[in-house]
Every structure is written in structure tokens, then in C-alpha cells.
Nanobody, 123 residues
Framework: QVHLVESGGGLVQAGGSLRLSCTAS????????MAWFRQAPGKERDFVSL???????YYVDSVKGRFTISRDNPKNTVYLQMNSLKPEDTATYYC?????????????????WGQGSQVTVSS
């Protein structure tokens, strides 16, 4: 059975930093594209960033230059380093795993999901 477990969320002031981690089990981590999505209250779940199995990252424009995605395949873990956080980054952040190639930005492309980690940025 596949499990994705996120950690690292919390409350931070605007301009601060947080690092999210997502550790996977029950799948061959190294072959999956891993991604982060976020969902703010009352809004749809949105794509944030992905990293392909070979380590190539992709970001939504709103986080470029502020967020960095990385992966450690031996540890089955993907990270999202979030710097210069803004109140509009407040959301529940989900990690997800996809077996589809390319740069899948639709949540329908993802097979497995974590439980979510809350990030709150105060102004």
C-alpha cells in the first residue's frame, strides 16, 4: 500500500521560510514525478511545483524564485523549500506522485496523495 506523509507546515510571518517534506512508501519512488499542490479555503486545489524522476523541476509562475523543489531518491523524500512567503501562500499543501511522463499539472494525473500539511502566513 502506498503512503505519502507530509511534514513541515506551520505558522510563519510574511517574508519567512518553511520547508515541507513528503516521504513515500510502497512505491518505486525514483520513477515517479513528484509534485506539490495547494488548496486555500474555499478554492480549488492548484498546482505549485513538480520534479521529474531525473530531477528536472517546474514551477507555477507565482512561486518562481521563491520556492525550490528537490528530491532525495534514496530517502524516498521530496522537499519544498518556501522562502519569502506571502499571506497568499496560505493553504493546505499536498504532495502527490504521478507515473505519467512530461510535466503533469492537473491533479487528475496524480495517482497518490498525501494527507496535507497546513501552511499559514501572517501579514
Amino acid at each position: 500500500q502506498v503512503h505519502l506523509v507530509e511534514s513541515g507546515g506551520g505558522l510563519v510571518q510574511a517574508g519567512g521560510s518553511l520547508r515541507l517534506s513528503c516521504t513515500a512508501s510502497g512505491l518505486t519512488f525514483g520513477i515517479y514525478t513528484m509534485a506539490w499542490f495547494r488548496q486555500a479555503p474555499g478554492k480549488e486545489r492548484d498546482f505549485v511545483s513538480l520534479i521529474r524522476s531525473g530531477g528536472i523541476p517546474y514551477y507555477v509562475d507565482s512561486v518562481k524564485g521563491r520556492f525550490t523543489i528537490s528530491r532525495d531518491n534514496p530517502k524516498n523524500t521530496v522537499y519544498l523549500q518556501m522562502n519569502s512567503l506571502k499571506p497568499e501562500d496560505t493553504a493546505t499543501y499536498y504532495c502527490a506522485a504521478s507515473g505519467i511522463g512530461g510535466y503533469p499539472r492537473s491533479d487528475r494525473a496524480y495517482d497518490y496523495w498525501g494527507q496535507g500539511s497546513q501552511v499559514t502566513v501572517s501579514s
